[in-house]
C-alpha cells in the first residue's frame, strides 16, 4: 500500500436529530465533543486515519451550511477538499461526487470512504485493519467493507452477512446487505454467526467504484461526468449547485452494495460503535456503580440508575430519583426523557 496513493473521504452532512438537544441542524453532533474529551468527532475521524496519508489526500463531503464549521475545526485539510452538497440526496450521490472529483487529480487513488460521527477504541488495531483492506483493493478489483462482530442483538444498525463464518482480520465474501432488524431477527443474526454489524466504511480503487457506479447506476454516473467537467473551475459551485440536486436520494448500499459481485468484508474488532443515539453514547461512556454515565464537569446525580447526562456548559446540575432517563442541555434547550423512547427525539426535536 502507498500511502500517497490513499485517500480518506469523510461524510459530514447529517444532522443528528435523535441527538437533539446537543445535535441541531445549524450545529449537528459530527462536530460536537460528544464525549467530553476536548475534540469533536470529525476531528477523531481524522485523527484515526492521520497515519494512512497525508491531510492533503483528506476529503469532507458536507452540507454547503457547514463548509465554515469544518475549516475551523479542520485548517490543515485544503479548502479544495472540502466538496459541498447544495442538498441532501443520500450516501451514493455524496460518494460519487467525492470520487469523481479524487479521479480527476488522482488517478490512481485507493479510497477509504467513512462516516464522520463513528467512535473507535481501539484506533492502533482499527488503522491495521484499515491499511490491510487497501493492501487488498490495490492488488485486486473488489470492493471492501468493513463488518464488526456483534457483541448483541443490536436494532440499530444494518448488517452484512457472509458466505462463511470469519474470524478477526481475515476477508471474505460477503453474500448479502440486510437492514436494521427487529429484536428477533437481530438475535437470529447473533446466533448465527455469519453476520456482521455494517460500520459504514469502504475501502475501493477509484476506477473500481466508478465502474461500479456506471453499470448499476448510470444516471447518476451521468450526472458526475457532467459535473466532473467543471472541476477546479471557475464555474464549478454553478454547475454542482445546478446538477448536484437531480441525482436521484439513494444510499450506497442500495445503488452499488446489494448489486456488487465483488464484495468482501474484513471482520475487525476495535471497539467501533455508530454514535447515532443517546442509548449508544450511554453504552460508550464511563459507568459509574448504578450505571450512570455523565458528560459535564458539575452534574451530581442521587438515587439514580441507568442515567446518561449531558450538559453543555459548566453549570451545576443535580438530578434524583431517576432511572433510565436521558437528561440533555443545551444553549437554553433541554431534554428530559426515559432512554427506551429516544427514537422519538428525532421528531419531539423538530
Given amino acids: 500500500m502507498q500511502t500517497n496513493n490513499t485517500h480518506i473521504v ?57 463548509v465554515g464549521i469544518v475549516q475551523q475545526q479542520l ?57 490491510q483492506a487497501l493492501s487488498f483493493t490495490q492488488e485486486r478489483k473488489a470492493i471492501v467493507t468493513i463488518g464488526v462482530k456483534p457483541s448483541r442483538p443490536e436494532t440499530g444498525y444494518g448488517y452484512i452477512k457472509t458466505f462463511s463464518s470469519s474470524i478477526k482480520n481475515e476477508v471474505v465474501k460477503v453474500e448479502a446487505f440486510k437492514e436494521k432488524p427487529n429484536r428477533k431477527v437481530a438475535e437470529d443474526y447473533l446466533a448465527d454467526g455469519h453476520y456482521f454489524w455494517n460500520a459504514g466504511i469502504f475501502v475501493w480503487h477509484v476506477d473500481m467504484i466508478m465502474e461500479a457506479i456506471r453499470k448499476y447506476t448510470p444516471e447518476l454516473a451521468r450526472v458526475m461526468d457532467n459535473m466532473s467537467l467543471s472541476f477546479y473551475t471557475d464555474d464549478e459551485k454553478r454547475v454542482i449547485g445546478e446538477l448536484f440536486p437531480t441525482c436521484e436520494k439513494i444510499s450506497i448500499d442500495y445503488a452499488v452494495m446489494e448489486k ?18 443517546w442509548g449508544s453514547l450511554h453504552s460508550l461512556l464511563p459507568q459509574d456503580m448504578d450505571g450512570n454515565s455523565a458528560v459535564g464537569s458539575e452534574v451530581r446525580m442521587i438515587d439514580c440508575a441507568g442515567c446518561v447526562v449531558h450538559i453543555s456548559d459548566e453549570r451545576k446540575v443535580v438530578i434524583e430519583g431517576l432511572k433510565d432517563y436521558i437528561v440533555a442541555e443545551k444553549n437554553g434547550q433541554l431534554l428530559i426523557c426515559r432512554l427506551q423512547n429516544e427514537q422519538m427525539i428525532k421528531e419531539w426535536g423538530r
Avoid at 470529525?42 to 457547514?66: G, H, K
Avoid at 485539510?77 to 466538496?83: A, F, M, R, V, Y
Avoid at 480527476?104 to 491495521?128: E, M, Q, W
Wanted: charged share 20%; proline share 8%.
Fill in 75 to 131: 485548517p490543515e485539510i485544503p479548502l479544495d477538499n472540502i466538496l459541498a452538497e447544495p442538498e441532501a440526496r443520500n450516501t451514493a450521490p455524496c460518494i460519487a461526487y467525492a470520487c469523481w472529483k479524487i479521479k480527476c487529480r488522482f488517478p490512481n487513488a485507493n479510497i477509504v470512504v467513512t462516516p464522520s460521527d463513528a467512535l473507535v477504541i481501539d484506533v492502533i488495531g482499527f488503522r491495521k485493519v484499515i491499511a
Fill in 260 to 277: 456488487a459481485k465483488e464484495v468482501y468484508m474484513l471482520s475487525a474488532e476495535f471497539g467501533w460503535s455508530d454514535l447515532g443515539s
Fill in 10 to 66: 469523510i461524510m459530514a452532512g447529517g444532522i443528528g436529530s435523535r441527538f437533539w438537544p446537543m445535535s441541531t441542524p445549524d450545529y449537528p453532533k459530527q462536530f460536537i465533543d460528544v464525549m467530553g474529551v476536548g475534540k469533536s468527532l470529525i476531528q477523531l475521524a481524522v485523527e484515526r486515519f492521520s497515519s494512512l496519508c497525508p491531510l492533503s489526500n483528506f476529503w469532507v463531503v458536507t452540507s454547503e451550511q457547514y
